[in-house]
């Protein structure tokens, strides 16, 4: 084995401080306005409603992972777990890294996949596990001194458009993003009069954008497939671009009824599920228009792309949920893909701020809602203050 290949350490880190790193919910209580109210599963305990902060989403926080090889080249990537995560890193996930090939990911992520199943197969260990595949195609770039997006197949198109998600609408029309995603407010526990307010929210933001532009509503899997189908049939006058994450994600069957009774919806979602194996029947059953899968959350890097390929089967495109650039490369070179999400970071929801807060150098922002993939090897990141490193 050539050692400059051979991986020699893995370090794993918290990051110190809100906002930074791969852990969305870590933007403190300010961000997106004080009091914006966001439906979400704990909807029907008052004391949970109001912010997705209160029921404990955000105690984990963002991580940091470092690849490094014998010659000292270091791949590095930001995920969410914290603690948790960097002990199976560093207690269990290392023995298959050390001493190894880095050009060796799928073996690696396989070994990975199967070494972890006792602790669950979706959520933390899949995460943790996400991590370490983007650090390893970070690595892997900077050894190459290619992109990863050279890496993966090469671009299929120049340019990435935009859509948005945040508070406001027409703030999000106003920095030049092709579509806008808003949060909905109520659910199925606030009954008829929450539906009303809901319908309400959306004419708002409708009429604040005018007729053409395309606005998506996330609705974060807080609703049952019956309130689902009452708001689709309500709010069909508002021509909704697609309904999001509308069910839990194990709903397969829910979101057939919902997909039934409005076929000319689209429905999307994708972001809470975990492997190529929770996505196999939403793809073969085509009950869902667009997937969403977290490329931090799902398994990495390699794993979206196997569940790229089986999208592509049946003609579904696959568009990422946030992850900033490591979204952007799978963008890039996909066919199917025909935009990426953008997650407004600021706290106001107005203006662009990198996904990741403070923690990179090199983390590019979109312009006017769109986006070229630079030439700098890996993902074209590197720490930006070492102090916000914490190891764990």
Request: contains cysteine; aromatic residues 10%.
């Amino acid at each position: 084995m050539d050692d400059r290949f051979r991986i020699a350490a893995v370090n794993t880190f918290r990051v110190a401080g809100k906002g930074s790193g791969g852990d969305y919910f870590q933007q403190g209580k300010e961000h997106w306005l004080i009091g914006t109210l966001i439906a979400n599963p704990m909807s029907g305990y008052p004391e949970y409603k109001a912010s997705r902060l209160s029921w404990g989403i955000d105690v984990m926080g963002s991580i940091v992972v470092e690849i490094v090889t014998e010659d000292g080249t270091t791949g590095v990537a930001t995920g969410f777990g914290g603690e948790p995560a960097s002990w199976l890193i560093r207690n269990h996930f290392d023995r298959f890294l050390r001493g190894t090939d880095a050009r060796r990911i799928n073996r690696i992520g396989d070994q990975l996949f199967r070494a972890s199943m006792p602790y669950g197969r979706t959520g933390l260990p899949v995460a943790a596990i996400s991590a370490v595949d983007l650090a390893l195609w970070d690595l892997l770039g900077k050894l190459r001194e290619e992109p990863v997006v050279n890496l993966i197949g090469g671009r299929s198109r120049d340019e990435i458009t935009f859509y948005c998600t945040g508070p406001q609408s027409d703030a999000i029309k106003e920095m030049g993003f092709w579509g806008a995603k808003v949060p909905l407010p109520h659910s199925h526990f606030d009954g008829p009069a929450g539906l009303r307010e809901n319908v309400a929210f959306l004419a708002a933001h409708r009429e604040q954008v005018g007729p053409d532009f395309p606005l998506m509503v996330d609705c974060y899997m807080s609703l049952t497939p019956t309130y689902a189908i009452e708001l689709a049939t309500a709010a069909r006058h508002l021509d909704i671009h697609w309904w999001e994450e509308a069910l839990h994600p194990g709903d397969l069957e829910g979101y057939r009824l919902i997909k039934a009774a409005h076929p000319g919806v689209k429905w999307t979602t994708g972001e809470h599920d975990y492997g190529r194996y929770s996505f196999r029947r939403l793809i073969e059953e085509r009950t869902i228009d667009i997937l969403q899968p977290d490329v931090m959350w799902v398994g990495g890097l390699s794993e979206l792309l196997r569940i790229g390929a089986q999208a592509e089967a049946y003609d579904i495109p696959v568009i990422p949920h946030g992850s900033g650039p490591y979204s952007y490369h799978f963008i890039a070179s996909r066919t199917l893909s025909p935009h990426c999400e953008y997650v407004a970071a600021s706290p106001d929801g107005h203006s662009l701020r990198p996904v990741f807060g403070d923690l990179f150098v090199g983390e590019p922002l979109p312009q006017d809602g769109r986006l070229t993939i630079g030439d700098a090897p890996g993902f074209g990141m590197t720490i930006r203050d070492r102090s916000m490193l914490i190891p764990c």
